[in-house]
């Protein structure tokens, strides 16, 4: 099973590099922000909850997160693998999909991160604010505490997938099919 943790600040691109990663190796996107924003849309208690975070740009805790993916990993028993997008962001997170994982006799494969500068990534997250009408991209303080966010409490997770040598950096700034490449190139000797 081929277990990928696509990782990356908001605005990297993982969204656009998932559904290349689904073609190619029909692997199950699991986005825990499209989980959410169902969640939300749906009004559920769990979507109010994790809207009030949202909303301040600050993480959902980690307890709801991991039973929420648990419940969308066990509804597919027959499939080649997963693309877990925004998935896990904090040790404990990887500490808990690692022993989850185990329970089903698998693993994570690898943890693809993808690099981009701060200030690229704020005019990425406008420019999909302007196309999608997610407010949480319109507004340029939230933007910079999500970017915040991630580098205090995010990017130190890549250390627990180095500490694996399961971690590969790559450069996020250049066109979609480069990315692409760059990263089926990381993937590929590990099928």
Do not use: C, W
Request: aromatic share 6%; no cysteine; proline share 4%.
């Amino acid at each position: 099973m081929l277990n990928i943790v696509l990782f990356g600040p908001p605005g990297a691109g993982k969204g656009t590099q998932s559904e290349r990663l689904i073609a190619k190796y029909d692997l199950v996107h699991l986005s825990t922000g499209d989980i959410f924003r169902s969640n939300i849309k749906g009004e559920t208690d769990l979507g109010k909850l994790a809207k009030s975070y949202m909303d301040q740009g600050q993480l959902v805790p980690d307890s709801v997160t991991i039973d929420m993916l648990r419940s969308e990993v066990l509804k597919h028993e027959n499939t080649n693998g997963f693309i877990f997008d925004g998935f896990p962001r904090t040790n404990a997170q990887a500490e808990a999909l690692d022993a989850f994982l185990d329970s089903l006799n698998t693993s994570i494969t690898l943890m693809v991160a993808l690099e981009v500068e701060e200030n690229e990534l704020k005019t990425r997250l406008m420019k999909r604010a302007e196309v999608s009408g997610r407010a949480d991209d319109a507004n340029p303080e939230v933007i910079a505490n999500r970017i915040a966010v991630y580098n205090n409490e995010t990017a130190p997770v890549k250390s627990f997938y180095q500490n694996q040598n399961k971690f590969v950096a790559i450069d996020g700034i250049g066109s979609i099919d480069d990315i692409t490449l760059r990263i089926f190139s990381a993937i590929d000797p590990h099928l």
